[in-house]
């Protein structure tokens, strides 16, 4: 079901099959993701395609600068035929709700999502409102190098399981896209393969992977060379050491085995911390480059045998 599942989507997100690994492990983990890239290179088409292959009912949000945290969570409106106030649903009550531009909305409407990332609920005149689930937030953004772009806040940060880059195509990946559009295939033909309940039997199914304490020790020592580093401002927090091995027993599930090994933690570990580290101003001036300094730290922490 989920090689049928890949295989459906890299039909029209075209050439970024290790993208769409990790997307699935984050949906399956009951992750967040972060797509970052240049405009047009198909951010937008990932997260809609996503959300039609799986039959989940799909939202978007398009931040701008005078987007409001009402737009995102929903707001009260007085009915004047019952004399009562009423909730209207905000953006964020969709299954599968795509955050389009989000570092271009100020913080306090960035801020809007946290409740619903965090615990799948949002909270509107006191009153909690449980999120649909399967429950998963892709978030896109332009570099940071953009004009009009606020950085997201560290808080915000963290609440994202894995931050991934799409970058450009190569020759042969942007001529297929090109026949893909000239025939018509696009994300708004996109047909389901399988359903939101499906989903939720595989969550179900990747929490039950077996972990041994030498694993998630081998987790956590990772993080805890981040946070000896001299050159990254802080460590990764507790919270993603737990979005380690969350991704880590969906990494083994997408593989075929029912426990986790090393090896998968290495594998989903860069994804995972990196968008969390920040280099220092001194590694900046000396020009250390982030992603080397993650393998290097990996690499260094000794593998349980």
């Given at each position: 079901m989920i090689n049928k599942l890949k295989k459906h989507i890299s039909e029209y997100?075209?050439?970024?099959?290790?993208?769409?690994?990790?997307?699935?492990?984050?949906?399956?983990?009951?992750?967040?993701?972060?797509?970052?890239?240049?405009?047009?290179?198909?951010?937008?088409?990932?997260?809609?395609?996503?959300?039609?292959?799986?039959?989940?009912?799909?939202?978007?949000?398009?931040?701008?600068?005078?987007?409001?945290?009402?737009?995102?969570?929903?707001?009260?409106?007085?009915?004047?035929?019952?004399?009562?106030?009423?909730?209207?649903?905000?953006?964020?009550?969709?299954?599968?709700?795509?955050?389009?531009?989000?570092?271009r909305t100020s913080p306090k409407t960035?801020?809007?999502?946290?409740?619903?990332?965090?615990?799948?609920?949002?909270?509107?005149?006191?009153?909690k409102h449980r999120l649909p689930q399967p429950f998963m937030v892709i978030a896109t953004q332009n570099p940071v190098e953009f004009m009009g772009t606020y950085p997201l806040p560290e808080a915000q940060i963290d609440r994202f399981m894995m931050k991934l880059t799409v970058g450009y195509p190569d020759e042969s990946e942007e001529l297929r896209m090109t026949k893909n559009m000239l025939a018509g295939k696009t994300s708004d033909t996109v047909k389901s393969v399988i359903t939101a309940e499906d989903v939720i039997k595989i969550k179900e199914q990747v929490a039950d992977v077996a972990i041994k304490d030498e694993v998630i020790r081998y987790a956590r020592n990772i993080a805890e060379e981040t946070r000896l580093e001299k050159r990254f401002v802080l460590g990764i927090s507790p919270r993603a050491v737990l979005a380690l091995v969350k991704a880590s027993q969906a990494k083994a599930f997408l593989e075929g085995r029912d426990y986790v090994k090393p090896d998968d933690v290495k594998a989903v570990a860069p994804f995972v911390i990196g968008h969390r580290l920040t280099l220092t101003s001194e590694a900046k001036i000396a020009k250390e480059n982030k992603d080397d300094l993650i393998q290097k730290l990996i690499r260094k922490t000794k593998i349980p045998l």
């Open positions: 997100f075209v050439g970024k099959e290790e993208t769409i690994e990790n997307l699935l492990i984050c949906l399956f983990s009951g992750g967040h993701i972060l797509l970052e890239g240049v405009p047009g290179v198909g951010k937008t088409t990932l997260a809609s395609t996503l959300a039609r292959s799986v039959e989940c009912d799909f939202g978007r949000i398009q931040f701008t600068p005078d987007t409001l945290p009402t737009d995102v969570m929903g707001t009260e409106i007085f009915n004047m035929k019952t004399g009562e106030f009423e909730y209207r649903e905000g953006a964020i009550m969709h299954q599968i709700v795509l955050a389009d531009e989000i570092n960035q801020a809007s999502l946290l409740e619903a990332m965090a615990e799948g609920q949002t909270t509107v005149s006191g009153i």
